[in-house]
């Protein structure tokens, strides 16, 4: 009677792994990575950039110039800090100005760190500048 027994209770068995529980663990891993998770606002600058057609030499004259060398930041040859480099720029007007009149040419060395060059970019483009970046030729 007792191989009986055995016979019945492996005939049971199928060998299939049991999966009613999937969905309720995939629910709670759902519900965790929306608990842990943060949502982080990414911070950005947009930026009209000029066509990049040359322009009559008078208005090059005119261009108000950047030159960003490693954390300093000249305006027009004159070393300004952020704060008075966003008063200097909000002085020109720029709102008011025609579009070709609103181009800053932007000049970084290679050792200036990013967090100085978005600093420029954003004081610019808030002030409702277009930024002309300029790169050195090789």
Do not use: C, W
């Not at 309720?24 to 066509?51: G, N």
């Not at 057609?53 to 952020?82: W, Y």
């Amino acid at each position: 009677m007792f191989k009986r027994r055995k016979q019945k209770e492996k005939k049971h068995h199928t060998g299939e792994i049991p999966t009613g529980s999937f969905s309720d663990i995939a629910f709670l891993l759902i519900i965790y990575f929306l608990v842990a998770t943060t949502l982080v606002k990414v911070q950005s600058v947009t930026a009209d950039l000029p066509t990049g057609e040359k322009q009559a030499d008078a208005q090059v004259d005119k261009t108000p110039v950047v030159n960003l060398r490693g954390t300093e930041i000249f305006f027009s040859d004159k070393k300004v800090s952020v704060e008075n480099f966003n008063a200097r720029l909000a002085a020109l007007k720029l709102a008011e100005q025609p579009p070709e009149n609103r181009v800053i040419m932007l000049e970084s060395t290679k050792d200036t760190p990013y967090e100085v060059y978005f600093q420029a970019l954003a004081a610019i483009s808030s002030n409702h500048g277009v930024v002309a970046i300029v790169e050195e030729e090789e």
